[in-house]
């Protein structure tokens, strides 16, 4: 059974531990695939950008929940280095949600202490996509709240890829022996070396793979499936999804 407490840092927390959540026993990191945004408008007879609108509002009430019960670190696959081969004006619309989203929500991310970050290849988004990025970065730099981190233009193969030029290059210019290459000299030259990997991993839509996301980081991560959309998914679903990672055993490979 979890533990109850007899008290709570927040006010989230308390409703949360009242349902049967441990608060200390959360997912330090968790990674979210937001799927199924296409689908969700296709079902209304909507065009796929408004399902992409709509998840808009949800990424921000699960930054605000994930904040308020604690969560050290959300990473959210906001595009990957393969949705470049959408439609030309869904592409341009995924490009531009990031400034919606920054410039409508910046100010309540400074109130609650989030940090933004980004990992991907950063430098081929357009100017006014890495803009409102390196602002909202520049401006929650100093924040020591949640670690609210997009990967935007973001293939993990391409990352991996990136990682063993990075250590080949060292071992060109005589700085590196092969022999010292171990695994956690690779996660250094990651887009995530300074953040803790993830504990559980949730994708919406019901489909069940990783498409390509954080392959080297979620080597011992919890997985967690919904066949709900992301336009729909909420506090509820999270918290669901909290709870299964609090009854799983994770033995990282022992007994």
Do not use: C
């Not at 006010?11 to 937001?34: F, N, R, W, Y």
């Not at 930054?63 to 019960?69: E, F, G, H, K, Q």
């Not at 000299?185 to 949730?202: C, R, V």
Request: aromatic share 12%.
């Amino acid at each position: 059974m979890p533990i109850k407490f007899p008290f709570a840092k927040t006010k989230k927390q308390a409703e949360t531990q009242s349902l049967g959540l441990d608060h200390t026993h959360l997912p330090k990191h968790v990674a979210i695939i937001m799927d199924g945004n296409g689908r969700w408008a296709k079902n209304r007879g909507m065009p796929r950008i408004a399902g992409h609108k709509e998840g808009m509002g949800v990424v921000k009430r699960i930054v605000s929940y994930a904040s308020d019960l604690g969560v050290q670190v959300l990473t959210l696959y906001a595009f990957s280095t393969e949705n470049w081969k959408r439609p030309k004006n869904e592409v341009e619309f995924l490009m531009k949600l990031p400034v919606d989203f920054l410039n409508t929500y910046l100010p309540e991310l400074i109130e609650k202490n989030v940090q933004v970050r980004t990992i991907g290849d950063f430098d081929v988004l357009p100017p006014h996509t890495k803009n409102a990025v390196q602002e909202a970065i520049q401006r929650t730099k100093d924040n020591d709240g949640l670690v609210l981190n997009f990967a935007l233009n973001y293939g993990s193969r391409f990352e991996m890829v990136h990682a063993v030029r990075q250590i080949a290059e060292k071992v060109k210019e005589g700085v590196l022996d092969p022999s010292d290459i171990s695994e956690e000299m690779f996660s250094s030259e990651l887009y995530t070396s300074e953040l803790i990997e993830p504990d559980l991993l949730i994708r919406t839509s019901g489909e069940q793979r990783l498409s390509n996301f954080l392959l080297w980081q979620l080597a011992y991560a919890e997985f967690w499936f919904t066949e709900v959309y992301w336009p729909d998914f909420n506090e509820s679903h999270f918290e669901k999804a909290l709870y299964d990672f609090q009854n799983r055993k994770r033995r990282f490979g022992g007994v």
